[in-house]
């Protein structure tokens, strides 16, 4: 398997860019993501950023499974950080991580991918432990 660890699609909305569906009680929800594939990608994140609009994140991806730790310095906007197995299930979610810290955050246990989206929104939508999840059109 490659880094992207993602899939093509061939419908309209892959032509839009990168996404990853969550599998949530009431349905599919589509997130619009940037790419973290490489240690500079991963490692700036979302800093500096002064806002990010519901249904957009970023998605962290890595070879193999690891213990990945998250923190938040220069990111100026509270963050949802959803770890993702290699299985491509939900282990974890960081609930509206406090932003301007360096608190490492994570699971204790490893994980392959970690979606960021805006604060608040994995509790808004029924995000959490368990959920399936799956990438398009992300290489």
Same mark, same amino acid.
């Given at each position: 398997m490659s880094v992207s660890g993602c899939n093509? %699609?061939?419908?309209?909305?892959?032509?839009? *860019?990168?996404? &990853?569906? +969550? %599998?949530? /009680?009431s349905g599919e929800l589509h997130v619009q993501v940037e790419l973290a594939r490489s240690?500079?990608?991963?490692? /700036?994140?979302l800093m500096f950023r002064q806002s990010l609009e519901s249904g957009r994140g970023m998605l962290f991806l890595w070879d193999?499974?690891?213990? +990945? /730790?998250?923190?938040? /310095?220069n990111t100026y906007i509270p963050l949802d950080m959803i770890f993702i197995d290699e299985k491509k299930r939900v282990v974890f979610v960081e609930d509206n991580a406090e932003p301007l810290t360096l608190t490492q955050?994570?699971?204790?246990k490893d994980t392959q991918? &970690?979606?960021?989206v805006p604060g608040g929104w994995a509790r808004a939508h029924g995000i959490g432990p368990g959920v399936e999840v799956r990438f &398009? *059109?992300?290489d």
């Open positions: 093509h %699609a061939s419908t309209p909305r892959a032509a839009q *860019g990168p996404e &990853v569906i +969550l %599998a949530s /009680k240690d500079p990608e991963r490692q /700036k994140g193999q499974p690891e213990a +990945l /730790k998250f923190w938040m /310095k955050r994570g699971p204790d991918y &970690v979606l960021e &398009v *059109g992300c």
